[in-house]
T-cell receptor, first 110, second 112 residues
Framework: GQSLEQPSEVTAVEGAIVQINCTYQ??????LSWYQQHDGGAPTFLSY????GLEETGRFSSFLSRSDSYGYLLLQELQMKDSASYFC???????????FGKGTMLLVSP | NAGVTQTPKFQVLKTGQSMTLQCAQD?????MYWYRQDPGMGLRLIYY???????DKGEVPNGYNVSRLNKREFSLRLESAAPSQTSVYFC???????????FGSGTQLSVL
């Protein structure tokens, strides 16, 4: 099976940079995804890494190291609206479903 | 531009009652999923359908049944609700299994 570990909570201030880490254990590996969920809302897709390195999308970047079974989501120029839960998810096979971590709640303060 | 639509948004049941959660997507996706979300537990897969006509169990299928009615619709049925099924349920779809998921707005279910 798969298991993912991510911090339960991270706090930061507006304008700062925050990194949310995710380590995983899988029998195989096809890619690491990140989803954002605001309180009371639906999860929405943020990014996907299949290969090592950094993927940048505006203020958000996601990094993957396959050899370390590790990835992170980097949020820059934090805004209050970034307060949300962030989930990493792994895909361990070509036609396998996603397995989600338990989520990291990010609290951004003024 | 509806995406994934699920109904109802809220439901209260008594133990032993049955109900069906409905889900429909208009993105012509092949794969559809039902997840439940409990505090501190993340999203756990109940059942999924890789394509029309197929369904498979996920991590937590006990107490649930599903029907892939057609390519658009995937329903989740609780035959005899239990308090342990109190949760928020999300339907999702994707172009293929394991690809980017699009989620519905969720159903908050309470079983008393």
């Amino acid at each position: 099976g798969q298991s993912l570990e991510q911090p339960s909570e991270v706090t930061a201030v507006e304008g700062a940079i925050v990194q949310i880490n995710c380590t995983y254990q899988t029998s195989g590996f096809y890619g690491l995804s990140w989803y954002q969920q605001h309180d009371g809302g639906a999860p929405t897709f943020l990014s996907y890494n299949a290969l090592d390195g950094l993927e940048e999308t505006g203020r958000f970047s996601s990094f993957l190291s396959r050899s370390d079974s590790y990835g992170y989501l980097l949020l820059q120029e934090l805004q209050m609206k970034d307060s949300a839960s962030y989930f990493c998810a792994v895909r361990d096979g070509g036609y396998s479903t996603l397995t989600f971590g338990k989520g990291t709640m990010l609290l951004v303060s003024p | 531009n509806a995406g994934v639509t699920q109904t109802p948004k809220f439901q209260v049941l008594k133990t032993g009652q049955s109900m069906t959660l409905q889900c429909a997507q208009d993105m012509n996706h092949n794969s559809m999923y039902w997840y439940r979300q409990d505090p501190g537990m993340g999203l756990r897969l109940i059942y999924y359908s890789a394509s029309e006509g197929t369904t498979d169990k996920g991590e937590v299928p006990n107490g649930y049944n599903v029907s892939r009615l057609n390519k658009r619709e995937f329903s989740l049925r609780l035959e005899s609700a239990a308090p342990s099924q109190t949760s928020v349920y999300f339907c999702a779809s994707s172009g293929g299994v394991g690809e980017k998921l699009f989620f519905g707005s969720g159903t908050q279910l309470s079983v008393l």
